[in-house]
């Protein structure tokens, strides 16, 4: 079946650490995101990428980044510059065009200890 | 600028009872409007959207939602709740067009719906 894999479902990450979220589908899909979800504030937008090689920074890059190296694969980076990275880490695919909506990833959660 | 308001953090309902959820978006281009649900530590599943055509559209698990344009709301619904239902609901909204290529979804803050027995 096809689908969106991320690893690992929980994440725990000392001060100072950088920790790479990994996302990778099956679905063929052109188009990957990656949203961070907080309590009572819904998902904003960190990264999305359109095709391979190319990425573009969303509503709340700083602190992460990302890289696009094959279709398949959009791995997260979370960087020591993100001062509060706890939260929960969804990826998203879709094909392009509008209208069609994103499949989801199960999430990982990410906890600073 | 695309954006989303749920009116309502938090709803509760007996089980059997209507399901309300609110929603109202606000977009310089015609919406392409959708409901997703989250069962806890899970992703987000598509319930249903709206593009264009019939306002009133049929999602999964007798979900259905109705665009009214005039009023700039997408309100889901539910003519009769069940436990499994418990869960959180969001709206998101996107513009045709917005990016070319890759669509930019805007997400409500979520509703968490309670059902009580």
């Known amino acids: 079946d096809g689908g969106i894999t991320q690893s690992p479902k929980y994440l725990f990450r000392k001060e100072g650490q950088n920790v790479t979220l990994s996302c990778e589908q099956n679905?063929?899909?052109?188009?990957m995101y990656w949203y961070r979800q907080d309590p009572g504030q819904g998902l904003r937008l960190i990264y999305y990428s359109q095709i391979v090689n190319d990425f573009q920074k969303g509503d709340i890059a700083e602190g992460y980044s990302v890289s696009r190296e094959k279709k398949e694969s959009f791995p997260l980076t979370v960087t020591s510059a993100q001062k509060n990275p706890t939260a929960f880490y969804l990826c998203a695919s879709s094909i392009l065009g509008t209208g069609v909506g994103y499949t989801f990833g199960s999430g990982t959660r990410l906890t600073v200890v | 600028a695309q954006s989303v308001t749920q009116l309502g953090s938090h709803v509760s309902v007996s089980e059997g009872a209507l399901v309300l959820l609110r929603c109202n978006y606000s977009?310089?281009?015609?919406?392409?409007l959708f409901w997703y649900v989250q069962y806890p530590n899970q992703g987000l599943q598509l319930l249903l959207k709206?593009?264009?055509?019939?306002?009133l559209v049929k999602g999964i698990n007798g979900f259905e939602a109705e665009f009214k344009k005039s009023e700039t709301s997408f309100h889901l619904t539910k003519p009769s709740a069940h436990m499994s239902d418990a869960a959180e609901y969001f709206c998101a909204v996107s513009g045709p067009g917005l990016i070319q290529g890759a669509q930019k979804l805007v997400f409500g803050q979520g509703t968490r719906l309670t059902i009580n027995p």
């Open positions: 679905l063929n899909h052109d188009a």
């Open positions: 709206y593009t264009t055509g019939a306002t």
């Open positions: 977009s310089s281009v015609p919406p392409y």
